[in-house]
């Protein structure tokens, strides 16, 4: 007959049976989504690793980490993804499992071939595909050995980088593995270009390019399209080069892959250059152009994505961890509880069987048990206290982090950009391709984007200036009136350009005591906005008031603010719109607009109606409010038209 005890054992043996094969199938299914849905591959990654940690199950929270890791590093997050695989590597190591720990470092590898720390990379890619060939994991033997030939040809390498590929287009076509031979043969064919044997590239490009018609992979066949354009440009085969070249673009477009789209034209490009086709040169320089801000806005679109799933995983993690703290904690105190309840007992059992022999002795013994108690509580209250100081600060610490990196990440690809475009722009009107009538259309928007890209970098290199010294002002008196007469001067291209009216009706003796530069930065964002979304020949009025605080008042007769648009304001979230005359935005100025006026001891307030206009109104301290009131009474008009 089956024991109680036995019973449990056997009860808990099958639960924890259940919950790795559930981690294990989480991790493959994640796995298997990464590169269409990430936001569900990282919560189905969440909820295994939390599984696994619960249930101790080391070998499928190492591999949570190992495909979380591959996920940041698809994404561009190389030294997040380098730190899991790593940590992915030391929990495999703890448990002697050879193929993660085989998998973790070639997962490293790569990430530092991409570094450019190619001795490190080839070291653990050998050591890697030892351990592959002991386990005879043959796929993972081919790709390796793929991976190390690049890794060769990248170190220009020749012999040896031949000698990888070889071996893998061997081995893939002994086990049968399609996938390694058409990676082979692609990467063979990469090797020959490199060394300009130029026929042998066109083989095996062609291999793989039939492999990959024949699975219909669109993705490969535009890769291999495009180098055997290459190719056949190189051999002054232009006709050819333009068909595959036309054949790489076809089947991007088919899937919407943006960047193989972009290196089809740009050897398009090159291939009508050749031809000293100028004609088709610009047109499909145009077309390049258009596919690089195309580009360039999904990839910020999808930054922006990425940070607000990261930032979602985040706290998703941060709720798990501190449930189980919680978990952990209400465990502790119920032992703590229950040892001081037994040592109660029994102490009150000896007090009991006692009492008739020393009940002096028991009185003191009953005072000396309840001081300790209240010690004990008070520790424990002091405790408390410090463990919610510590979450609030660690919070704080973290949402100031994400904001950091999400707005130096989204700043990058603003800059990025511009700079992209401006190139390719001056490179056409200094080869002449252009008319006088397009350059200066194009050298119009060329205006544009740099005006933009100066203020983006003005206020960021501002806001970085302002992150390093702590936040420290330097108070002086300051004329409201002359200041903004100076910010409304520095605007006046803008707001000629638009045919835009500025009134200045500031009175001419208002002062306050701020910082200087912080309110120039503050004026400064809300004039170029005001000018941003004022239509042409519209109005902006700039005016005062003294109440109890001092107010200055931007007021505009542009598009207005949606209450969707206010919301996000009032929330101090980060959001861009374009002006009237499509007029770009980095949405980081509001920002720092409201973090410079609360730093002064002000405030700003917004109000909007759309299609009517908005007003921005800073409110500043009063040094003496009741001089300022009588200013502005005293002021009646005496406005600078501009």
């Not at 055997?228 to 595959?244: K, N, P, V």
């Not at 229950?338 to 069987?353: C, D, E, P, R, S």
Request: glycine residues 6%; charged residues 25%; proline residues 1%.
């Amino acid at each position: 007959m089956v024991s109680a005890e036995a019973k449990v054992a056997g009860e808990k043996q099958k639960l924890t049976i259940e919950a790795e094969a559930k981690v294990d199938s989480l991790n493959e299914l994640a796995f298997e989504l990464k590169r269409h849905d990430v936001d569900k591959a990282l919560s189905l990654l969440n909820d295994a690793l939390y599984l696994a940690k619960t249930h101790h199950y080391t070998k499928g929270e190492a591999t949570s980490y190992l495909y979380e890791a591959g996920i940041y590093r698809q994404n561009g997050y190389s030294k997040r993804a380098l730190s899991l695989f790593t940590k992915a590597l030391q929990i495999s190591h703890g448990i002697k499992d050879t193929f993660n720990i085989a998998r973790a470092k070639a997962q490293i590898a790569s990430a530092l071939k991409e570094a450019n720390e190619l001795q490190k990379a080839e070291n653990l890619y050998k050591e890697a595909l030892q351990a592959f060939m002991a386990l005879e994991k043959w796929k993972d033997v081919i790709n390796v050995r793929n991976n190390m030939g690049l890794l060769e040809l990248q170190q220009k390498d020749y012999v040896q980088s031949e000698a990888y590929i070889l071996q893998a287009l061997a081995e893939s076509n002994k086990r049968g593995y399609a996938y390694g031979v058409k990676k082979s043969y692609f990467h063979l064919g990469l090797l020959y270009l490199q060394k300009g044997e130029l026929a042998k590239a066109k083989r095996f490009f062609t291999s793989a390019q039939q492999l990959d018609l024949k699975s219909n992979d669109k993705y490969g066949i535009s890769l291999a399209s495009s180098k055997l354009a290459i190719t056949a440009s190189r051999e002054g085969h232009h006709e050819e080069a333009i068909r595959q070249a036309l054949t790489a673009l076809q089947s991007a477009k088919a899937i919407n892959a943006s960047q193989l789209e972009m290196e089809a034209i740009h050897t398009l490009t090159e291939v009508y250059k050749g031809q000293q086709n100028w004609v088709k040169v610009v047109e499909w320089q145009d077309s390049l152009v258009d596919k690089g801000a195309q580009l360039f806005e999904q990839e910020r679109s999808y930054a922006i994505n990425f940070l607000d799933i990261l930032k979602q995983k985040q706290e998703q993690q941060l709720a798990y961890e501190k449930a189980a703290l919680l978990a952990s904690q209400k465990a502790k105190t119920a032992n703590y509880l229950l040892g001081v309840v037994v040592t109660i007992l029994v102490a009150l059992g000896m007090i009991a069987y006692l009492w008739y022999r020393n009940y002096h002795i028991a009185k003191k013994t009953s005072k000396e048990l309840k001081a300790k108690n209240e010690v004990i509580e008070k520790h424990s209250t002091a405790l408390n206290a410090l463990n919610k100081d510590i979450t609030q600060q660690n919070q704080s610490l973290e949402e100031a982090n994400q904001m950091k990196n999400k707005l130096l990440s989204i700043l990058s690809h603003d800059l990025r950009g511009p700079l992209a475009n401006t190139k390719g722009i001056l490179e056409l009107i200094n080869r002449g391709a252009l008319s006088p009538e397009k350059s200066a259309a194009v050298l119009k928007e060329l205006e544009k984007q740099y005006m933009r890209s100066l203020s983006l970098l003005e206020n960021l290199l501002f806001w970085i200036k302002s992150q390093m010294k702590g936040g420290s002002i330097k108070p002086e008196i300051l004329n409201i009136r002359q200041m903004l007469s100076e910010v409304i001067y520095e605007q006046e291209i803008a707001y000629r350009n638009k045919q835009i009216t500025v009134l200045n009706e500031v009175a001419p003796e208002l002062e306050v005591t701020a910082d200087d530069e912080m309110l120039k930065v503050v004026f400064r964002n809300l004039l170029s906005n005001a000018i941003k979304f004022t239509k042409a020949g519209g109005e902006i009025m700039v005016s005062s008031a003294v109440g109890e605080q001092v107010m200055v008042k931007i007021k505009d007769q542009g598009v207005g603010i949606s209450e969707e648009a206010l919301r996000k304001i009032r929330g101090k979230k980060y959001f861009t719109t374009n002006g009237t005359e499509n007029e770009g935005g980095s949405g980081f100025g509001l920002m720092i607009c409201e973090e410079l006026i609360q730093r002064n001891g002000g405030e700003l307030e917004v109000e909007s109606t759309v299609g009517k206009g908005s007003l921005f109104t800073v409110k500043l301290p009063a040094s003496s409010s009741e001089d300022h009131r009588h200013l502005a009474e005293a002021y009646t008009g005496n406005s600078n038209r501009l």
